[in-house]
């Protein structure tokens, strides 16, 4: 099994190059579905949470809103809760497909975490930075000031850029897009 790790800063265009690997057939663990998904299951996760942040939940689900007013900055101590059972989860994934030839793992910080050193391989999406700030800046609730503070959080693109094994430039058609996904599967199958 090649494990390709997917990653890229915020507005790079990430969750569209996945689902272009799901349409080729390749199937994709999603590291921000995990988290939603743990958030309203996984007991243990819950309470350490409501342990540290106080209520945070709604209907017996962790509530994104009331995590997000109690975080207050602490967001070091919320990664110490959160990435463990996160990487748990992509771990028992990986697991359930080890019979196939590519897996993809979609890591919104996947360097930042050193997700890297668990996976075969690294793509990494990128627009530029005009594109990205256009691009995050139409979401509803999102602020130039919000942006800022999330960027601060992530590894700056060049870095990422420079570190992987490909890069798709996402300012470019759907379908250039597409094609560089299928010439990634074909060389990590072998077929080219």
């Given at each position: 099994m090649i494990?390709?790790?997917?990653?890229?800063?915020i507005g790079m265009g990430k969750s569209t190059i996945a689902d272009m690997f799901e349409a080729e057939g390749v199937t994709v663990w999603d590291a921000d579905e995990a988290v939603h998904r743990l958030y309203a299951e996984s007991e243990p996760l819950k309470a350490a949470l409501t342990q540290a942040f106080g209520d945070v939940l709604t209907d017996k689900a962790v509530d994104r809103a009331k995590l997000s007013a109690a975080l207050k900055g602490r967001f070091d101590e919320l990664n110490a809760l959160v990435h463990p059972a996160t990487v748990a989860d992509r771990e028992a994934f990986l697991a359930r497909h080890a019979g196939t030839a590519l897996v993809v793992a979609d890591i919104p910080l996947l360097y930042e975490t050193g997700a890297e050193t668990t996976l075969d391989k690294v793509l990494v999406v990128s627009a530029p930075a005009?594109?990205?700030?256009q691009r995050v800046l139409k979401r509803p609730g999102m602020t130039a000031e919000k942006f800022a503070a999330i960027l601060a959080r992530q590894m700056p693109d060049a870095e990422k850029r420079r570190r992987?094994?490909?890069v798709i430039d996402t300012s470019q058609s759907l379908d250039v897009c597409r094609e560089e996904v299928r010439k990634?599967?074909?060389r990590l199958s072998g077929d080219s």
């Open positions: 494990k390709l790790g997917l990653t890229g800063s005009e594109i990205q700030a992987a094994d490909f990634i599967i074909a």
